[in-house]
């Protein structure tokens, strides 16, 4: 029997932005962001319900179409000074910010689960007691009211589109959904201040394709990048220049490692871990643009797949056990400290977000050198590019061209003395490479991966996008 969700958007309107990209306007509402919304209003003894809930299959989702929308303007963040700045809210301070959103044709939603026959009526109770008190999905713009039913007739009411979970090969769009651990991942997230959009590993995504529509065959799924998760770190104030990339980096390992439990995650150190990916410490230049000057806007902490407990260690690490938004860092050499903020939601500077060394692409270039791992004896540095990502767990580009110079605007020039300690006395390029399939990012590659150079952003074959 089917258990139904219906949703009605109050406003007409639907404010959501993507968990990958918060600048794009969610469309569907995606039963993950359901799932947290019931966590969000539930006490601690009142989760039995939920657990239950994320075992069950992706529901389908039934829904109108919707045209998109992006409102700019001030709003209040969770940032906090001293002098304050916000006239309602006293130390707080607002931002400008840009937001996504969607005004559907039909303000109705319904997700139907077709597995949930065997859940008895007291878990139904419970989820439908939950659901009352949600006050809104997305942003607090767009209210709803919520509501749990077993429907005598399982058809979807007219007018409304249904949307399928299908095979990864099949779909047309990815989806968040609950998944089994959801519940405690949230509750880990919510310990250390992070937004619920960072649980959205790849358990959390699921294909859907309109039912019944004729759609074009997909192309293949990108290959993964082995780091799943890029918690970045954006300054506050003045920006360093980029060719003092691996004195930040440096100095981010180290206050990381700091904050870090002892004893330490192996990935986090890399000791013990052949062959395997850790914890990668990035800076992230403005390169790639046209007016691109190479100042670092961020830094940005790389981390592999790993255990549910060895990742939010390592998070704690990052942000430190309160989970504050903003980090203090002494870079040797350098008279005053740097400020650096958490601001996930923020879209702006691009630079300093997720997406803009995430997005999946065929054509990526370096915007600090690679490293080469290994010195080439018979001279054939592209051969060694190879290898060097085959090394780093990616796939082996089709085509490679190298520089001595920079291949796009911005990207960091470095002098021998200014690598990373590990990587001076070797050989050291900047590299434009085409796969034959789209790899999503971040791309990390060389001998310094880890220590802040052979990063790589996203191009279009044009260009940079």
């Known amino acids: 029997m089917t258990i139904r969700l219906d949703i009605t958007l109050l406003s007409g309107r639907y404010d959501a932005g993507g968990g990958d990209d918060p600048r794009a306007a969610e469309w569907p509402p995606h039963p993950a962001r359901v799932f947290s ?17 994320e075992r ?6 039934h829904v109108s179409g919707a045209n998109r929308t992006r409102t700019r303007g001030y709003a209040v963040t969770n940032a906090r000074e001293k002098e304050g700045g916000h006239q309602v809210h006293p130390g707080r301070v607002s931002a400008y910010r840009e937001r996504a959103g969607a005004v559907p044709l039909d303000v109705r939603v319904q997700f139907d689960c077709d597995d949930a ?3 008895p009526d007291e878990t139904l109770a419970g ?3 939950l659901a009352r008190r949600v006050p809104y999905l997305g942003r607090s713009t767009s209210p709803a009211i919520l509501q749990f039913s077993r429907p005598v007739v399982a058809e979807p009411l007219p007018g409304l589109a249904t949307y399928e979970p299908v095979g990864r090969e099949q779909g047309t769009m990815q989806i968040r959904v609950p998944y089994p651990g959801d519940l405690e991942e949230l509750d880990a997230l919510h310990e250390l201040d992070l937004p619920a959009w960072q649980a959205a590993g790849p358990r959390a995504r699921c294909s859907y394709r309109l039912a ?12 993964e990048s082995p780091y799943p998760d890029l918690v970045v770190l954006r300054f506050i104030g003045e920006r360093p220049p980029g060719n003092l990339v691996a004195r930040f980096t440096s100095a981010l390992r180290k206050k990381v490692m700091s904050q870090t439990r002892e004893p330490l995650p192996p990935a986090l150190h890399g000791h013990g871990l052949p062959g395997e990916p850790h914890v990668a410490y990035l800076g992230l230049p403005f390169a790639g643009f046209e007016h691109s000057d190479g100042q670092l806007m961020g830094l940005a902490v790389a981390i592999p797949g790993l255990e549910r407990e060895e990742r939010r260690r390592i998070l704690r690490g990052i942000l430190g056990e309160a989970g504050d938004q903003r980090l203090t860092l002494h870079v040797p050499g350098l008279a005053e400290p740097f400020e650096l903020g958490y601001a996930p939601d923020d879209p702006l500077p691009y630079s300093a977000t997720a997406d803009r060394w995430t997005r999946s692409s ?3 270039v370096s915007v600090t050198p690679l490293v080469l791992d290994r010195y080439p004896k018979d001279g054939d540095l592209a051969a060694a590019v190879l290898t060097s990502f085959g090394q780093a767990g990616l796939p082996a580009p089709h085509e490679v061209e190298l520089s001595r110079q920079p291949l796009t605007s911005g990207a960091v020039r470095l002098r021998p003395p200014e690598l990373p300690k590990r990587c001076r006395g070797r050989l050291y390029r900047h590299v434009r490479v085409v796969f034959g399939e789209q790899v999503r990012g971040p791309v990390l590659a060389g001998a310094g991966r880890y220590s802040g150079v052979g990063l790589f952003a ?8």
């Open 37 to 53: 919304a019931l966590r969000s209003v539930a006490a601690d003894d009142e989760t039995g319900p939920l657990a239950e809930l």
């Open 56 to 61: 069950l299959a992706p529901p389908r989702i």
């Open 117 to 119: 026959g065997a859940l």
């Open 127 to 129: 989820l439908e007691r």
């Open 212 to 223: 019944g529509a004729v759609e074009p065959a997909p192309g293949p799924a990108p290959s």
């Open 362 to 364: 065929r054509q990526w």
């Open 458 to 465: 996203p191009e279009s074959s044009g260009g940079a996008r």
